[in-house]
């Protein structure tokens, strides 16, 4: 299940795939998310003059609420080893956010940048840095004859004896438990930050690294167990294999040539949606301040200049009353791909319920096995539930699949109190057991309301 498929290169048809194991159906907005990414992979490879030519074609996923939207972005991001970055479109209306700073989106997208190309640099490392680390322990473990004492050959080939001993204890993990003295270097620079970041992030000077790199680090000895001395200095070692200079050029560039950014509720800050407070000019002002972010402009962040030209941008929103066209013109033509969403049917939700593979059935036969309760979903039981939700949603409100949540939490409710329980060792969720569960409530209005 810990399978990372997480590449650069995979195919469209390979995204589609990964995306298979965790959404139902969209088959148009998975393709059309998998060609867009593959496109920068493909662009990437051509020769300058044109590669500079070729834009990323930015999506609209447009569809009703609880369809899959958010989820599809949320497992691409998951699945390409891309910056990635969610942000709320509304947000940017909310008091206080007016007119301000949308430069941020392109500010942490550059943040998430940084964390994917460390992490990276660091599983480069990690065998240099533990076998590093594994001299600095022995050398604890060990301690090297002190200064002014005459050794004898004798002596020293002793001790490297001793020491390839200890060794070969140490990679075997036996000596894990015991304990050891090694000192910790711990950054100096706690009360640095108290200067704020925010003012820094403008001026474009990475006045944080820089202040790191003056004080001087302090270490402390600490007595800790061999295991964990181990990732102390793994990760002591580590970091000074690394280069943060160039960390930040490549994750500028990673950022500039493969930078996703997902604009969540778009249709939030289209004119004529109503759903929201504040007046349109506001969000005709969001739009606005987007657009230079999306067409492609220079953002100064605290690690250097960063492009957005080829950035891609994938936005969703439901559109129930503001349409695609109530968008400012600039920014339709900007987002040149549109895929709707298609609402959901009672098929849709029994497979949502079984397939995924962090499906609910999953998630709660799980979570009722920690407490010794063998769950079974029997056929006819997941199609009640599936069908009291389209119920639901057809009467009340259709949240789409976020009704499966309600109703799956109302079905093994009493369950889920009453365990660990020596006389609940079984439960069989059949039809039969589903109705008795949601009984009263599915049908009577103002209840399932106030529950399901
Ligand atoms: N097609 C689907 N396949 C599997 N699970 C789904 C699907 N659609 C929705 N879900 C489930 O429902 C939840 C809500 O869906 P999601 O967050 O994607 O809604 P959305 O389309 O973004 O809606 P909104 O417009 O309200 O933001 C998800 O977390 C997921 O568990
Ligand atoms: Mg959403």
């Known amino acids: 299940m810990d399978r990372n498929p997480a590449r ?15 959404i139902v159906g969209q088959a148009a907005a998975k393709r059309a998310v998998a060609v867009a990414l593959r496109n920068r992979y493909r662009r990437a490879r051509l020769p300058a003059p044109i590669r500079d030519e070729v834009l990323p074609k930015n999506i609209i996923l447009i569809g009703p609420t609880g369809v899959g939207k958010t989820e599809i972005a949320r497992r691409l991001a998951s699945l390409v080893r891309a910056p990635f970055l969610k942000v709320e479109a509304s947000k940017f209306t909310e008091v206080g956010y007016v007119g301000r700073d949308v ?5 942490d997208l550059m943040e998430a940048g940084l964390a994917l190309v460390r992490a990276e640099a660091l599983e480069r490392v990690r065998e240099r840095a533990r076998a590093e680390a594994e001299e600095r322990v022995l050398d604890a473990l060990l301690p090297p004859a002190a200064e002014g004492t005459t050794e004898t050959d004798e002596d020293r080939a002793r001790r490297t004896r001793t020491r390839e001993k200890l060794r070969a204890l140490l990679q075997a993990g036996s000596l894990d438990d015991r304990e050891v003295e090694v000192s910790v270097s ?3 620079t706690g009360g640095v930050d108290v200067l704020g970041r ?11 690294s820089f202040l790191d790199r003056m004080v001087p680090k302090k270490s402390r000895d600490r007595r800790v167990t061999v295991r964990e001395a181990m990732e102390l200095k793994s990760a002591e070692a580590a970091e000074a294999l690394i280069d943060r200079d160039e960390i930040a050029e490549e994750a500028r560039r990673r950022v500039e040539s493969a930078g996703v950014v997902f604009v969540d509720e778009i249709d939030k800050i289209a004119a004529g949606y109503t759903g929201g407070s504040g007046p349109d000019v506001s969000r005709e002002g969001v739009q606005r301040d987007l657009l230079p972010i999306v067409e492609g402009s220079a953002v100064t962040t605290r690690h250097g200049v960063v492009r957005t030209d080829h950035v891609l941008f994938i936005a969703a929103g439901a559109f129930h009353v503001a349409k695609p066209s109530d968008l400012i013109p600039e920014l339709q ?16 939700f029994v497979r949502i319920l079984k397939e995924p593979e962090n499906s609910l059935t999953r998630q709660y036969s799980a979570l009722l096995a920690a407490d ?12 009640e539930i599936a069908e009291t939700a389209m119920r639901v949603n057809r009467r009340d409100q259709n949240i789409g699949a976020r009704r499966l949540f309600t109703l799956m939490e109302r079905v093994l409710e009493e369950a889920s109190f009453r365990a660990p329980d020596p006389a609940l060792r079984r439960l069989r969720v059949d039809a039969e057991f589903v109705r008795s569960r949601v009984e009263g409530i599915a049908t009577d209005e103002d209840l399932s309301r106030a529950i399901l």
């Not at 925010?198 to 944080?208: A, M, N, P, R, S």
């Not at 033509?333 to 849709?348: H, N």
């Open 8 to 22: 650069e290169d995979l195919t469209p048809r390979e995204i589609v795939a990964e995306l298979d194991r965790y």
């Open 103 to 107: 430069e941020s989106i392109v500010r």
């Open 186 to 188: 711990e950054r100096a």
């Open 198 to 208: 925010q003012g820094f992030e403008q001026t474009g000077v990475d006045l944080q």
């Open 333 to 348: 033509g900007r987002f040149p791909v549109r895929v709707e969403l298609s609402a959901l049917g009672t098929e849709d």
């Open 372 to 383: 010794g309760v063998e769950v079974e979903f029997t056929e006819d039981g997941v199609r």
